[in-house]
């Protein structure tokens, strides 16, 4: 059956896969790897970096000879450190032998962020548990943006390993927090490590549907032809959480929905629906294509953004959604960073020009979803509309609209419009034509976006992480925008919690011309 030569295949790629990831280092001789994970104690290694070593150890994603060392400040034992991360590991009975193998080769130091002589006592400790001065190192900084200077000067002076190692650094968003800060962050890191070493995670490039987009533009003719503002009359990209900040709040108030979503996990996206066919798929030449499509586009409008913040709404039976941005700890009581917020973006080039992209992203909302609509132009000519008017339907045809879910149930399909099953004449339907992914292909795992990054660090493949320029030019879409709400104390929009949305989004998204169908 298809799904059967489907997962065949599939099997077939991760065996592949699995080859090449455990013999990494084989070719230099019995090359050891270290993974450190700086931040240990934190929330992001718990929930998601010890979690995804885990799953990739387990599923023999991990290089021979591969042990991993946590680093924070904090006095931790690697037992605390498994039981924070307990929940989150999702072990079955039949994978606890393996579980306890993989904690054995787990070690924790703790010491400062700044400190040379801690640094220090850090490489003479890996050279220990390594057994090599050589060995591999990939460093993973799940730190406060507030300490990436001095960690990363810290590591290049004193934690490189000797040759022939190679180091890799994955730096966590945000980097930097406009323009300015974010090419200083850029200079500092380009003093200590060469953009090779670099490796800017946006775990959003991690995701299935995300990947699959290069897929699906470039290997389907029947898109290629259409792929522009001929066809195409408005791209809608949509983040919706149906969460607050969650004692985030510290971290989220500094930054803002725009800078926290939009500026990276949204225009990365924006970057890779507009961007031309790239040479081919490696990772420079699809990078090149990125930062091109962004360079074509204008700092964003004040009149192209609405901005909302979300209040508790106190009607609600939970606790948890009594609760506005406000009322989160660290959040000050005269807060006006946005939690909701759409932005329109016109990409200034042959292909898009006039097109908007409407990018809207909040949290609080009645959903957790995150989907690319690309909306096409109405069919010229009238031939249904005596037809439509006939049966009720405003008297025009709906539009075509591919839409991607990103999450959840990751899905592809199609809007079109179909003759109504049974009837006479041509009474019209709107329906769809539907790849949902658990249907088609029930017995495949999709990995988690950090499984796939992390995995990619360790051969090596940069496609799915962020260069300079790239970040560069996202700043620059959205540094004035920032300034500019900020100076000017653009007023926030309530919203409820649970709300669809903010109405004046919705009135700007149809302003630009995208139609609700
Ligand atoms: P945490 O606030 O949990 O910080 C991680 C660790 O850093 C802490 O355990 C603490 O360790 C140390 N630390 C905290 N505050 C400071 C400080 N002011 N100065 C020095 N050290 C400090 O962060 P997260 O784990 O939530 O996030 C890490 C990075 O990942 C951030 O850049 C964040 O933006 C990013 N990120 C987080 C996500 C998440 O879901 N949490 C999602 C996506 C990105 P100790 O005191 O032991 O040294
Ligand atoms: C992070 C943001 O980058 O992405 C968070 O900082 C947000 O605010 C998260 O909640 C969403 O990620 P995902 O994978 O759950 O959609």
Redesign the pocket.
């Given at each position: 059956s298809l799904q059967e030569r489907v997962k065949e295949k599939v099997d077939c790629i991760y065996q592949r896969l699995r080859t090449h990831v455990t013999n990494i280092g084989s070719s230099t001789g019995s090359q050891r790897h270290v993974f450190f994970v700086f931040?240990a104690?934190?929330?992001?290694?718990k929930?998601?970096i010890y979690p995804t070593l885990w799953w990739l150890y387990r599923d023999g994603f991990v290089p021979e000879n591969t042990c991993f060392i946590g680093y924070?400040?904090?006095q931790l034992t690697v037992e605390k450190i498994f039981q924070n991360a307990a929940k989150y590991m999702k072990v079955q009975d039949d994978e606890r032998e393996k579980y306890e193998q993989f904690i054995k080769i787990n070690s924790y130091v703790h010491g400062s962020?700044d400190k040379p002589e801690d640094f220090e006592r850090l490489n003479e400790e890996t050279n220990k548990i390594s057994g090599q001065a050589t060995a591999h190192r990939f460093f993973y900084l799940?730190?406060?943006?507030?300490?990436y200077g001095s960690v990363s000067e810290m590591i290049s002076k004193h934690c490189r390993p000797e040759s022939p190692g190679f180091l890799r650094l994955i730096v966590?968003?945000?980097f930097g927090k406009d323009l300015e800060s974010s090419n200083k962050l850029s200079e500092h890191l380009s003093k200590f490590y060469s953009e090779e070493e670099l490796y800017r995670i946006d775990?959003y490039l991690g995701k299935e549907m995300v990947q699959n987009i290069i897929v699906l533009r470039f290997s389907n003719k029947i898109f290629s032809r259409v792929w522009n503002r001929d066809s195409i009359a408005a791209v809608n990209i949509i983040f919706k959480e149906d969460i607050g900040t969650q004692g985030?709040g510290g971290?989220f108030d500094e930054f803002g929905i725009i800078r926290d979503v939009i500026q990276n996990h949204l225009m990365q996206i924006l970057s890779i629906v507009a961007m031309e066919k790239p040479r081919s798929t490696t990772g420079e030449d699809i990078r090149d294509e990125k930062v091109k499509v962004l360079r074509c586009i204008a700092p964003i409008k004040l009149e192209d953004v609405v901005i909302g913040q979300y209040i508790g709404d106190k009607d609600s039976t939970d606790p948890e959604r009594q609760k506005g941005y406000l009322d989160d700890d660290g959040v000050p009581k005269d807060s006006r960073t946005p939690t909701y917020a759409q932005v329109v973006l016109f990409v200034n080039n042959e292909r898009w020009d006039g097109v908007p992209f409407i990018l809207r992203a909040g949290k609080a909302l009645n959903e957790k979803k995150a989907e690319i609509r690309i909306q096409f132009r109405d069919v010229p000519g009238g031939m249904f509309d005596e037809e439509l008017t006939e049966h009720g339907v405003k008297g025009t045809l709906a539009r075509d609209e591919l839409v991607i879910r990103v999450q959840p149930n990751e899905a592809i399909y199609l809007k079109v419009n179909t003759k109504r099953p049974g009837e006479m004449g041509f009474s019209i339907e709107e329906t769809e034509l539907d790849l949902t992914y658990n249907e088609r292909y029930q017995d495949v795992k999709l990995p988690d976006a950090y499984e796939r990054l992390i995995l990619d660090v360790f051969t090596g493949s940069k496609i799915n992480f962020v260069r300079s320029d790239e970040l560069q030019e996202a700043w620059r879409i959205v540094d004035p925008i920032l300034a500019e709400i900020d100076k000017k104390k653009v007023p926030v929009i309530p919203y409820k919690f649970g709300a669809v949305g903010l109405r004046e989004a919705f009135a700007g998204a149809a302003m630009h011309g995208y139609i609700y169908t």
């Open positions: 931040g104690s934190g929330d992001l290694a929930k998601k924070a400040r904090s962020y799940a730190l406060p943006p507030s300490v966590e968003k945000p775990h985030r971290y």
